[in-house]
């Protein structure tokens, strides 16, 4: 009896180590969880206003022009290796 319920302690005890950390990453994410940059394209597209989309979308005014706006490109060296 007693190597019984040790058996079923140390498997609920590995069960909870296994879904701990698989729970937790589900949370984080379902917090972060927020429209995507081609969602505020699309609804730039149809003719809303940039603030309209950030009020909307419950983004703020600078992830709607971070996404709208083309991204800059690096500048290129002009010194030669030696």
């Known amino acids: 009896m007693k190597r019984t319920s040790v ?7 590995a069960g909870l180590l296994v879904a701990a950390p ?3 990453a589900t949370r984080r994410a379902a917090r972060h969880a927020g429209p995507t940059c ?4 699309d ?3 149809s003719g809303k206003s940039a603030d ?5 979308m419950k983004v703020s005014a600078t ?3 971070n996404c709208t706006e083309p991204a800059p490109h690096a ?7 030696m």
């Open 7 to 13: 058996g079923l302690l140390a498997l609920l005890a």
């Open 52 to 56: 309209d989309v950030a009020k909307e």
């Open 22 to 24: 698989v729970s937790a």
């Open 43 to 45: 609804a730039i597209a």
């Open 63 to 65: 992830r709607v022009k």
């Open 75 to 81: 500048k290129k060296s002009t010194k030669k290796a």
């Open 38 to 41: 081609k969602q505020i394209k």
